[in-house]
């Protein structure tokens, strides 16, 4: 058999080498095909930012302030302070805390000097004191605020308490629950930032005077009004009352009552509807209301009589 002559290869080598160059293009489009991002990920929306743990305390105290005034400090066991990736070191969006204790929210919108000196410390306008195991601090939503305050208020922040709450006001009335929510508002109508507090989960509130449970409760710390929802009794040097909603004025001393309530004053039964109590002064006031007097049996001898 003859073998092909090698005048032939020159032109073998130069078919190949054309299809050589051709296949490589086909290729490398191929490869850029793959990799360029597809309509899909194009539309796709981008991930959110992830907060960070940027820096973590233990056994410390720390001091929260917004807009230039103090607006909480505690001592705590544990501190992780976080921040959107990306982010400057100093623009801490939340914090997760543990072992909360000589906790102290401040009035809204006070401005305090930051400082060490502790006669400065003590002239900080306190509004309540509190410990928990547990808080979750942040400047955007952990939890949907209420739905009627978002017509009236857009919220600054908000802290949520968790296991073993405890809360004590300037004047002594003590609070204790599972869990508790501050919150800081501007109030759109006025611009003037304003707290609350929110218990969901229900609360025990003990004073001098006064004693409540509700299963749910929410506190105006600056005016000192509490608002007690879902099944309410309150208990006083008089007597007691329960119903599902009212309102206490620790600052008066005034329990007000919008729906039917039922309880005993001056040990005597009754039924009511717009009752209000003046614990203070002792008054005891109803638009409507019907007393259960006890009736003696027919053999009873009255008092002073043989």
Known sequence: MKLPEKANTPQVQRRFGTLGVITLLVVLAGVYRWAEPSNTYLSSPSPSPVSTVTMRLENAPFESYVNGHKSWSVWANRIDLERTAGASMSMIQSASIEGIRNGILYKAGEKSPASDDSSVMNKEPALVSFSAQKGRYAIQNLDSMPLEWSQNYTMQWQFRLTDDVKLETLKGETLTAESMTLYELINRRTRKSEHRLVWDSGADMTSKKVRVHSNQMRMDPGERVLECTHGVRCAYPDGAVQTDRA??????????????????????????????????????????VQMKFPVESAGAVPRGVR
């Open 247 to 288: 309102y206490l004025s620790l600052k008066e001393q005034i329990l007000r009552c919008p729906d039917p309530a039922a309880g005993t004053e001056k040990k005597l039964q009754y039924s009511a509807e717009g009752l209000v109590v003046n614990i203070k002064n002792r008054v005891f006031t109803a638009n409507r």
